[in-house]
Structures are given as structure tokens and as C-alpha cells.
């Protein structure tokens, strides 16, 4: 597993806006959940609920590996 510490994001809220965001089909109804957002050497992370809130990013590799051992877990 790859394990690394997500950052806050140096990129602008004119920037991030364009991104194509998207949330899982498993979301629950009540926004409950993440939105992601990639470009090719990083994926962003931002909450549902509050778009405007801080958003994270980390290196697509680990994001990969998240999301490839979340899926082994359930």
C-alpha cells in the first residue's frame, strides 16, 4: 500500500472550478460523501456538502491504491 499525506491544494478556486468533478454512484442521497477531480498527475479531493471548502490532493498513484484497497474491504 501506498501511504502518503494529502496536502492542500496550491491551485486556485478559478482553477479547481473547470475540473470535472465527480462523486462515487455509491453516494448516499444526503451528500454525504467526497467529490474527486483529476488531472494527470494528481487527483483532488473536496467535500460534497461544501465545494468551497479546502480541497486535498494527492499523487494518482495513491489515490489508486485507496481506492483499489477500499474496494477489498468491502
Known amino acids: 500500500m501506498i501511504v502518503t499525506t494529502p ?3 496550491p491551485f486556485s478556486a478559478a482553477q479547481l472550478a473547470v475540473l470535472d468533478w465527480r462523486k462515487s454512484s455509491h453516494s448516499a442521497p444526503n451528500n454525504e460523501c467526497v467529490e474527486v477531480a483529476e488531472i494527470p498527475s494528481r487527483t483532488f479531493i473536496r467535500d460534497t456538502k461544501d465545494p468551497d471548502s479546502p480541497v486535498l ?4 498513484a495513491a489515490f489508486s491504491a485507496l481506492v483499489a484497497e477500499i474496494k477489498r474491504s468491502h
Open 7 to 9: 496536502t492542500p491544494t
Open 57 to 60: 490532493t494527492v499523487g494518482r
